[in-house]
């Protein structure tokens, strides 16, 4: 059974970073596409980023471009999203997500993943 496991998040003041981990149960890790999306209070569900099985080609959303970055380490399952240079806006619940057998072009066009992390939430306030 598919399990991804958010951690990393916290209360922030703006202009500070963190870096959010994703852990992977095997379904195998090394050859799926990997996601992060973020959802604010009201507002829909928004891809961040997203990475390729071996990290070489990666996708940030332009609103959070320069700041945010996407990363993977396969020998231990996970996913990371480092996160700087925070905002108000940036506040939301973050999550990992995946869907097997497709490629970041996948994510980017907009198809869904099939498997949820429970989220992290991420706080940015003065």
């Known amino acids: 059974q598919v399990q991804l496991v958010e951690s990393g998040g916290g209360l922030v003041q703006p202009g500070e970073s963190l870096r959010l981990s994703c852990v992977a149960s095997e379904f195998p890790f090394s050859m799926t596409a990997m996601s992060w999306y973020r959802q604010a209070p009201g507002k829909e569900r928004q891809l961040v980023a997203a990475?390729?099985?071996?990290?070489?080609?990666?996708y940030t959303a332009a609103s959070v471009k320069g700041r945010f970055t996407i990363s993977r380490d396969n020998t231990k399952n996970t996913i990371y999203l480092h996160v700087s240079d925070l905002r108000p806006e940036d506040t939301a619940v973050y999550y990992c997500?995946?869907?097997?057998?497709?490629?970041?072009?996948?994510?980017?066009?907009?198809?869904?993943?099939?498997?949820w992390g429970q989220g992290t939430q991420v706080t940015v306030s003065s």
């Open positions: 997500a995946m869907k097997r057998g497709v490629s970041t072009d996948y994510y980017i066009g907009g198809g869904l993943p099939d498997y």
């Open positions: 990475i390729s099985p071996p990290g070489a080609t990666t």
